[in-house]
DNA sequence: GTCTATAAGCCGATAGAC
DNA sequence: GTCTATCGGCTTATAGAC
């Protein structure tokens, strides 16, 4: 169903090494860690599933490498987006929409992201919940920002920031390609709803 | 280290097969569906790996089970709360509130539920993904009702239900036990978010 | 209804030829 | 670096005693 060539990975060399990357992308979307073989992943990239081990050591490698560029590659884009110039509000809704985007173009990578960190070994889940923490933090420093500046009413403000998350992330969870919102328009609708939930002062219409 | 108790199954009977579901609701949460084995689903249990097929027919019936008696238990705590007495912003708060209350009180079960949907067989996913439906419908209900109602201000309803509902299922996600807010609170805080969300006239503090 | 024992098959990973 | 062939182990599910 989806094979989405992701250019997060585009810089992933050999040849090879990126191919099988893309296929276990797809296959853990689609089917979740445990559920994919060595084999499917071997196959999407065209391949006998012993090439795999000439590039990555065991299964959950795969997963790691995942999880560790794709995390990268989501707080950079948030991080860019949040610090763009401009108020506060429009930095928010700036880097919520981009946020979202970024899910809804990236579902299957997202998907990965965010919904298979479980199966990481003990060692790479640590290191990547940390980067996680780094996107929340981001978050909560705009938040933070806007409570100082007079333009958001927040109460809690790291609770919100939690919830803020949680709407972003969910795209990944539920985004169909075909469905009737561009990545585009998520984003827009989201960061509107955001503002509010800040309660930011409204634009104009609505 | 999950091992709540869920009464959204006590009325499965005999108690062997109560067990063994209580058993799969903690497995699954904690590991998730692919990666748990019918040995550690029977030993939670108490039981031999074979006592498990005297009560289900396979691992995946065990899951069906659990999405089919969670949803439809998620689906009436929703509906109900949507159907109190009062004006619509009300019932929105009370029906925001009591769902993530819901969710964070089983998140167990919930995790579960929102997350292993994929594991299931295509009938079986095919009938839950129909009683999710059902609760989208009473989101949107609402917020329509609202907008007619002249007391939301909302856009695109649908989106917007879609979102709310994200807020609310992405609880059982991140909610631990320990945590520094309860589900009482986080229920609280979320209503009031999604009553700004829709634009609802705020009550009076923050 | 529950057990012990085990079948049948699939999985991750490796060996060794090319 | 990729292949074919295969190992050892673990999995779901069943057989048959009690």
Not at 36 to 65: C, F, N, V, W
Not at 71 to 80: G, K
Not at 103 to 124: F, I, K, M, P, W
């Amino acid at each position: 169903m989806a094979e989405t060539a992701d250019e997060s990975f585009g810089g992933v060399t050999p040849d090879a090494a990126r191919r099988l990357l893309l296929g276990a992308v797809d296959a853990f979307a689609e089917r979740g860690f445990h559920a994919t073989t060595t084999r499917d992943i071997a196959g999407r990239a065209g391949m006998s599933p012993a090439a795999l081990y000439i590039h990555y050591r065991t299964k959950e490698e795969l997963l790691y490498q995942i999880s560790r560029v794709g995390h990268e590659r989501s707080v950079v884009i948030l991080q860019e987006a949040a610090a763009v110039e401009g108020g506060v509000a429009d930095r928010l809704d700036f880097a919520v929409r981009t946020f979202v985007r970024w899910h809804a173009e990236h579902h299957t990578t997202a998907r990965v992201v965010q919904y298979e960190l479980s199966a990481l070994e003990d060692g790479h889940y640590a290191e990547i919940v940390s980067m996680r923490r780094r996107t929340e933090e981001v978050l909560r420093g705009l938040l933070e920002d806007g409570v100082a500046a007079g333009e958001f009413t927040v109460s809690d403000v790291r609770g919100t920031a939690v919830a803020v998350l949680s709407l972003c992330i969910d795209v990944a969870r539920w985004y169909r390609p075909g469905g009737p919102r561009t990545p585009e328009e998520i984003g827009a609708l989201y960061a509107g709803l955001v503002l509010r939930m800040v309660g930011a002062p409204v634009p104009v219409a609505d």
